[in-house]
């Protein structure tokens, strides 16, 4: 089933120096922009990272230091990358977990703001796994008929993605063929940041999502415990869940 869009809709997939979105960089980005009248735009680009590539991450995509070190910084791609996303609602696969907070946080440690919370967000692996919990690889198998050759290449799982949102709408009655609706579907629309640090409780309050204070209010813990503000803003977290963290304690101040 071929997609029906409003706006163009843009898969993304990318390859890493590791796995933490607050402190790793980007090696490698694929985007497949899918435009309402169904022609593809494809953008595929190797960036040097500026830092070290783990051996654990080497092992997965393939990528070495001396692949990337002649190639462009992010800070050299990223306001031309954001220009070319503009209009566009976003989809991956893992993408709100990984791909998302790591694109992100690269844009805002050069000063920009993607402002992806303004877009319609799509993760089809959320769809795959409440349906068939399995990997990408198996994904699309299991929905295309196919074997995914050049797994973990960036530009071979952005396709294959795209090609497993449309399998998924020829296979299950409940998705409706509208990117806000797979939007609404895949999205944790309680939580607050993208890695998920902070969450709305049932009360529609503001609560940490993990440590020592895991279910407490925000407000009411720095209100008790001000450091704890200062040990997260100096912390390894990432920096739009630190923008989020002084956004409350801010608007907190103010309301006394």
Known sequence: MDLKLVRPLLFFDIESTGLNV??????????VKLMPDGTRQVKTRRVNPTIPISKEAQAVHGISDDDVKDEPTFEQLAKSMLKWMEGCDIAGYNSLNFDIP??????????LDPKFRERNLVDVQVIFYKHEPRTLSAAYRFYCG??????????ADTLATLEVLEAQLDRYDDLKNDVAELSRYTCREKMLDYAGRFVMN???????????????????VLAKEPSYYTWMMDGEFTQD???ILTKIYLEAKSSR
């Open 146 to 155: 196919k074997n995914l050759d050049d797994a973990h290449s960036a530009e």
């Open 202 to 220: 049932d009360r529609n309050v503001p609560v940490f999502n993990f440590g020592k204070h895991k279910g407490k209010p925000i407000t009411e």
């Open 102 to 111: 790591m694109l992100t946080e690269e844009f805002m440690r050069v000063g």
């Open 22 to 31: 607050a402190t790793d960089r980007i090696v490698e980005i694929s985007m």
């Open 241 to 243: 869940t630190k923008n």
